[in-house]
């Protein structure tokens, strides 16, 4: 256990649905983040929170919302996906870059997200 | 634009071997991980490396970093069955008051007995 929990671990949606994948930390981060895992490729940074505030949308479609309520809690709001957004969807927290007690991202486990 | 690149992209060992994973990147940066991925699991961070000529080791791993050649190696000593996963090198892209990491693609560890 990371202290990063992801939910659901699998969901399939059509095209047409609206989905949320959610994640919850337990480490007292103040970051939250949002990767993206395609199947042979590099993981994809898509959206960064610090204290709520995003920080960095890295050019991601606006079929993906994230929202960040608190900051242990981080939402990616879904809606009328593409096929080639399945993949697997990766949350991290962490401290502030150069905090004293280190600054290492922990991964949840992720959401496998197929898209018919 | 910051290009994170790992070589070789799958390594298939035997156990008791040592081989060498390599971290290349293109621009300057002041931290680099080492994340470790088991099939179906999350990423489980194996070494954060903040300076030039930082190395760091834990058991059968040993991580490396040279700034000035932008590399970064994690060395395989005597190789076992349990090493076998998914290595990342990620680079952070800096700027801000949060880590903005770019990972290279992998690296597919397959120990044999």
């Known amino acids: 256990e990371t202290g990063v929990t992801q939910t659901p671990r699998h969901l399939v949606m059509g095209m047409t649905n609206k989905k949320s994948l959610k994640c919850e930390q337990h480490?007292?981060?103040?970051?939250m983040y949002w990767y993206k895992q395609s199947a042979k490729k590099p993981l994809e940074l898509m959206f960064v929170y610090n204290f709520k505030e995003q920080t960095e949308n890295n050019s991601v479609p606006s079929r993906f919302s994230p929202e960040c309520p608190n900051s242990s809690h981080l939402f990616l709001h879904l809606h009328t996906l593409q096929p080639e957004d399945s993949a697997l969807y990766l949350c991290?927290?962490?401290?502030?870059?150069?905090?004293?007690?280190?600054?290492?991202?922990?991964f949840g486990a992720g959401t496998r997200l197929s898209v018919l | 634009e910051l290009k994170v690149e790992q070589n070789p992209l799958f390594l298939s060992m035997q156990e008791g071997k040592n081989y060498t994973i390599y971290c290349n990147y293109s621009t300057t940066s002041d931290r680099l991980y080492w994340y470790r991925q088991d099939p179906g699991k999350s990423l489980e961070s194996l070494f954060v490396l903040l300076s030039n000529g930082a190395v760091k080791q834990e058991g059968r791993l040993m991580a490396s970093l040279d700034t000035k050649a932008r590399l970064s190696t994690l060395h395989i000593t005597a190789a076992v069955h349990d090493l076998s996963a998914t290595y990342f090198c990620a680079v952070d892209r800096g700027g801000g008051a949060t880590n903005k990491l770019i990972f290279g693609t992998g690296t597919l560890l397959a120990v044999q007995p």
């Open positions: 480490l007292g981060h103040n970051a």
């Open positions: 991290a927290s962490s401290l502030r870059r150069g905090h004293p007690n280190g600054d290492i991202q922990y």
